[in-house]
Nanobody, 131 residues
Framework: QVQLKVSGGGLVQTGGSLKLSCVASARSFSSYAMGWFRQVPGKAREFVGAISWSDGITAYGDSVKDRFTVSRDNAANMVFLQMNSLKPEDTAVYYC????????????????????????WGQGTLVTVSS
């Protein structure tokens, strides 16, 4: 089973930027859509974004659209989350996740079913946005 390792979390001021990186152990990385979700303790997990396995198509949660960008480097088995214009409400533990089915496309409806798609994840990283 793939192992996912996230790095890049930390403390940032409101309006600042942060970039998270996730490296996957599996050689089949390039065959799977990848995504990010976040969770505040005591609250439900929230979809952040996802990127398709090959053509770069992305989908985002409404609360981060136009501020966050998901990208990937298949040669390096890595996926990234660039976070700009950060707000205190972005404070959460962020998780990198892999789709459970190879070659599943990312469409504009992906976020509605992300919890069924992104079934494999590793440890999260804490992002704290100070006001």
């Amino acid at each position: 089973q793939v192992q996912l390792k996230v790095s890049g979390g930390g403390l940032v001021q409101t309006g600042g930027s942060l970039k998270l990186s996730c490296v996957a152990s599996a050689r089949s990385f390039s065959s799977y859509a990848m995504g990010w979700f976040r969770q505040v303790p005591g609250k439900a997990r929230e979809f952040v974004g996802a990127i398709s396995w090959s053509d770069g198509i992305t989908a985002y949660g409404d609360s981060v659209k136009d501020r966050f960008t998901v990208s990937r480097d298949n040669a390096a088995n890595m996926v990234f989350l660039q976070m700009n214009s950060l707000k205190p409400e972005d404070t959460a533990v962020y998780y990198c996740a892999q789709d459970s089915i190879a070659f599943r496309p990312v469409t504009d409806k992906y976020g509605s079913f992300w919890y069924e798609h992104l079934e494999v994840w590793g440890q999260g990283t804490l992002v704290t946005v100070s006001s």
